[in-house]
């Protein structure tokens, strides 16, 4: 296997012959990871057995020697390793994984991180047990019995990390059935349940959640788990920041809302939080002396405002490329006010042409505006301006 440079900094590509069946490529994110990769190798090579073929994939996005280490230390490794080093770290330590998988050529990919928190002699726990129970993916867990997680510095980022776990297992419940530590970095999974299946949803990969990634987006059918001891850092500092977390809120809404009904409902749920700062600059403005009429144009306006940063943030950031900014507002802005315009005549003809009440026909109405909205926001804002309609295969970031 040669893996194509992707950058100038790419070093060492290493040629293989083709690994037999139950061979395994561990692919390793590094970031700044230069103490740790000499002694990760070393218990690599003392963990897997001589009857597993194995190779190792770097996928780097250091700024210090770190590939260079690498490429030292896998002189004394028996088995090939090879670096990718990204010249832009796009999504992160999930978008590296997933630079790893494509350079892969063996049935089985582990993931696992280069700080030894992921201890290397299961490597081949993992790969077993999926063969023996015809898994297509298996996972590392810290919360099985005989799991824990020592190594989870203090009791904030235990809280976090459980309150993660719990809001992910919420959110997604058919996709995380059997999972119990979808947060984990550390899992094997077929090659093929990664790049097969044309039909399956494109990976968009965003920060430190891989593996929730690629449970609910892949959906592999058949799941196991195994337990591990969630070790300290052998060397370094973690790279996780608050920033990680905010990511990590936007990933969940991101995959949450890929289908366009998720997206209907989140849009609907968004404007009626639009409300909020409708009704304070309302009561602001009228307090300050100013005309009703006046005032409920200037509060909606805001409202809008509101509900435009919110939808260009949580639910069409990476449609955002299409149009300049000013052009998306002022797009949005003439939507929804044209939907207010739009719902007084169409309440007179529910009432006028349908006899129907008042009340009925103003929900009707506000239903009738609220999926055009939607739609023309789609359509009108965030769709791509020459190919409309195809919405699919593309990954700006
Ligand atoms: N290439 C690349 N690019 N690698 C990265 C990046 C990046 O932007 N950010 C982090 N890494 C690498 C690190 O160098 C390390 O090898 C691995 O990803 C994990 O990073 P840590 O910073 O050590 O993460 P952590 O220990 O806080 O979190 C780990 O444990 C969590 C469980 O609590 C990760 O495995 C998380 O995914 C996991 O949820
Ligand atoms: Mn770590």
Known sequence: MTIQPTGAGHIAPVTVDAPEPGAVTVVIPTFNEAANVRELLRRVAASVPARLPCE???VDDSTDDTPTVIADAARDCAFPVSVIHRDTPDGGLGGA????MKAATSPWIVVMDADLQHPPDLIP????????????LVVASRYLPG????????????AVSRGATRLAKGLFPRALRGISDPMSGFFAIRRETVTGAVTAEALKPLGYKILLELAVRRRPRQV????FVFQDRFA???KSTAKEGLRFLRHLVELRTASPLARMVAFGAIGLTGFVPNLAALYGLTGAGLHYLPAELLANQLGVAWNFLLIEVLLFRDRRHHRHWADRAGRFALLANADLVLRIPLIALFVGQFHMTVLPATTLALLTTFVLRFAGT????YL??????ARTGRNPR
Do not use: N
Not at 97 to 100: F, K, L, P
Not at 125 to 136: C, I, K, P, S, W
Not at 224 to 227: D, G, I, N, S, T
Not at 384 to 389: D, F, I, N, Q, V
């Open 56 to 58: 190792v994939v770097f």
């Open 97 to 100: 994984v997933i630079e790893g």
């Open 125 to 136: 726990g993992l790969v077993a047990t999926g063969e023996e129970q015809h898994a297509d």
């Open 147 to 158: 799991g824990s997680r020592a190594g989870l510095a203090g009791g904030y980022r235990v």
């Open 224 to 227: 196991a788990e195994v337990p």
């Open 236 to 238: 370094g500092e973690s």
């Open 378 to 381: 789609e359509a009108l804002v």
């Open 384 to 389: 791509p301006r020459r190919t409309r309609g």
